[in-house]
């Protein structure tokens, strides 16, 4: 049974940044991908960032573009969300999710097959 735990939300001022955390546990990775999606209240979930598990080719959504670096420690079997420049739009649940074949690896989350509990994280004005 794959399991997805995140950690490092918070809370945080515009202009900071955050890392967040996303630890695997159940499978090997070897053919997956992992992602970050984020769902604000009374929004969709959205698409932030993506990294093949072997490869380590890296996707972006454009909302992280030059502002979020997705990277994976394979040793430690952990995916990273590392966010700069925080700004109150950016506050909401981040999850993380793991897709078993990473050819299907995207912005389109019914393509994951493994979700986290989510991690709030909330950027005041």
């Known amino acids: 049974q794959v399991q997805l735990v995140e950690s490092g939300g918070g809370s945080v001022q515009a202009g900071g940044s955050l890392r967040l955390s996303c630890v695997a546990s159940?499978?090997?990775?070897?053919?997956?991908?992992m992602g970050w999606f984020r769902q604000a209240p009374g929004k969709e979930r959205e698409f932030v960032a993506a990294?093949?598990?072997?490869?380590?080719?890296?996707l972006y959504g454009d909302l992280a573009k030059g502002r979020f670096t997705i990277s994976r420690d394979t040793g430690k079997n952990t995916v990273y969300l590392q966010m700069n420049s925080l700004k109150p739009d950016d506050t909401a649940v981040y999850y993380c999710?793991?897709?078993?074949?990473?050819?299907?690896?995207?912005?389109?989350?019914?393509?994951?097959?493994?979700w986290g509990q989510g991690t709030q994280v909330t950027v005041s004005p």
């Open positions: 990294v093949y598990w072997t490869a380590g080719r890296t």
């Open positions: 159940g499978d090997t990775f070897s053919r997956y991908a």
């Open positions: 999710a793991a897709v078993e074949n990473a050819y299907n690896a995207g912005s389109y989350a019914p393509d994951y097959d493994y």
